[in-house]
């Protein structure tokens, strides 16, 4: 378990600064192509925030953590895909910070879950 754990752990880190790099080109109007590739990688990190959020509510972290993470993942998703949709125009920057801090949220979630599993700060109800 803990293998896994650090894997997950690495992994989510590794490609959640990409992303940030990523998103830093894009805002600086570069390596707009590489748009496609980024919401795979979004992707795939809302996918490990899940596999997370599930590990941990079946290792007995208090269930309202895993839950946050579910749903947090799921309007992460929801935003990165309709971004370009929501409220174009010259205030568009706002929903580019909502989809930064929603992003970096879904790092810190999945940060935060592994942690408390590796850590064994469980529920006692998982006891």
């Not at 007995?60 to 929501?86: N, S």
């Amino acid at each position: 378990m803990q293998t896994a754990l650090n894997v997950l752990q690495w992994t989510v880190r590794v490609v959640g600064v990409i992303q940030i790099i990523l998103g830093l080109l894009f805002w600086t109007g570069n390596a707009v192509s590489l748009v496609p590739l980024h919401m795979l990688l979004g992707l795939i990190i809302v996918i490990l925030l899940w596999v997370v959020a599930l590990m941990a509510w079946r290792a007995g972290v208090p269930p309202a953590l895993p839950i946050v993470g579910l749903v947090w993942g799921a309007v992460t998703l929801w935003l990165g895909l309709t971004q370009a949709q929501i409220m174009p125009g010259s205030n568009h920057w706002i929903i580019q910070v909502v989809h930064l801090l929603l992003g970096l949220g879904a790092l810190g979630q999945a940060e935060v879950l592994i942690q408390r599993m590796k850590r064994g700060q469980t529920s006692t109800l998982a006891a």
